[in-house]
Nanobody
């Protein structure tokens, strides 16, 4: 079985920083891409940042130049460094991976989410 586990969320003041981590565990053949999504109360889930197996990245306009997504392939882990946080960044952040397990077909996997709250 494959699991994605997020960590690093919490409460920060506006302008502060957090670093989220998402570790994929299990029998994984290949991770094609990883991404961070977020969902604020009453809102639909939104793509925040995306990173390919070749480490090319894309960001939502709302977080561009403030957030940085990166990955450590040896650890099957993706990170989201969040700087200059704003109250509108408050959401549950979800890790997503398109990966191929050793004994299955490629598909999307989701973590259970980690809460990020930006408030003074």
């Amino acid at each position: 079985q494959v699991q994605l586990v997020e960590s690093g969320g919490g409460l920060v003041q506006p302008g502060g920083s957090l670093r989220l981590s998402c570790a994929a565990s299990g029998s994984i053949f290949r991770i094609n891409a990883m991404a961070w999504y977020r969902q604020a109360p009453g809102k639909q889930r939104e793509l925040v940042a995306h990173i390919t197996s070749g480490s090319s990245t894309n960001y939502a306009d709302s977080v561009k130049d403030r957030f940085t997504i990166s990955r450590d392939n040896a650890k099957n882990t993706v990170y989201l460094q969040m700087n200059s946080l704003k109250p509108e960044d408050t959401a549950v952040y979800y890790c997503n991976a398109v990966l191929t397990p050793n004994w299955g077909s490629a598909r999307n996997y989701w973590g259970q989410g980690t809460q990020v709250t930006v408030s003074s």
